[in-house]
């Protein structure tokens, strides 16, 4: 079973950047689509990015858009997030899966999970 590790998360002030790393164990993740989640004390789940295997197609959440971008290295078996022009807004834990499918912007659409790491972002 594919385990997931997210690291790179920490206390930023608003403006500044980020980048999320999320490093696969016990199997490869080149064949799948990955997707980063958040989830903010007292709410949902929310996607925030997917990328294709290949890494040639990527989607985004609108709230995200034109300042985070999803790559990956197949190579090191790892996705990142980097993740710029921060807000406070973004304060969540962010938790990378894999997708059960080709895509998916919902939760239950993905499968294995991290433990995530959290984003603080002051104002």
């Known amino acids: 079973q594919v385990q997931l590790v997210e690291s790179g998360g920490g206390l930023v002030q608003a403006g500044d950047s980020l980048r999320l790393s999320c490093a696969a164990s016990?199997?490869?993740?080149?064949?799948?689509?990955m997707g980063w989640f958040r989830q903010a004390p007292g709410k949902e789940r929310d996607f925030v990015a997917r990328?294709?295997?290949?890494?040639?197609?990527?989607y985004y959440a609108d709230s995200v858009k034109d300042r985070f971008t999803i790559s990956r290295d197949n190579a090191k078996n790892t996705v990142y997030l980097q993740m710029n022009s921060l807000k406070p807004e973004d304060t969540a834990v962010y938790y990378c899966?894999?997708?059960?499918?080709?895509?998916?912007?919902?939760?239950?659409?993905?499968?294995?999970w991290g433990q995530g790491t959290q984003v603080t972002v002051s104002s």
């Open positions: 899966a894999v997708a059960r499918g080709h895509y998916g912007t919902n939760w239950y659409e993905y499968r294995y």
């Open positions: 016990g199997g490869t993740l080149s064949s799948y689509t």
């Open positions: 990328i294709s295997w290949s890494g040639g197609s990527t």
